[in-house]
Nanobody, 119 residues
Framework: QVQLVESGGGLVQAGGSLRLSCVAS????????MGWYRQTPGNQRELVAA??????VYADSVKGRFTISRDNAKNTMYLQMIRLKPEDTTVYYC??????????????WGQGTQVTVSS
């Protein structure tokens, strides 16, 4: 059974920092692409940052403030967030997708972690 478990969310003042973690079990994280998404006011999930063998990508709104990374040995992905703004407040989700040594494409989500930035 595949599980993605996020942690590290919380309440922080504007300008502060948080680091989110996502630990995967049941898949090898580095065998696919991984990313962080967040919920929009319209209840959609927007890409915040992604990492794969091809490198990293970031939403324009977080470039220069957020850094995505992974530790393959720990099967863990991170999102370091600095200079947080109130508009960063929402639920953040860990995502993993790939074939993971099978013939079918798979997508997995974590349960989400709340980030609240006070002004």
């Amino acid at each position: 059974q595949v599980q993605l478990v996020e942690s590290g969310g919380g309440l922080v003042q504007a300008g502060g920092s948080l680091r989110l973690s996502c630990v995967a079990s049941g898949i090898t994280f580095s065998a696919g692409a991984m990313g962080w998404y967040r919920q929009t006011p319209g209840n959609q999930r927007e890409l915040v940052a992604a990492i794969s063998g091809g490198g990293t990508v970031y939403a324009d709104s977080v470039k220069g403030r957020f850094t995505i990374s992974r530790d393959n040995a720990k099967n863990t992905m991170y999102l370091q967030m600095i200079r947080l703004k109130p508009e960063d407040t929402t639920v953040y989700y860990c995502n993993a997708n790939g074939y993971y040594s099978t013939s079918y494409f798979q997508t997995y989500w974590g349960q989400g972690t709340q980030v609240t930035v006070s002004s």
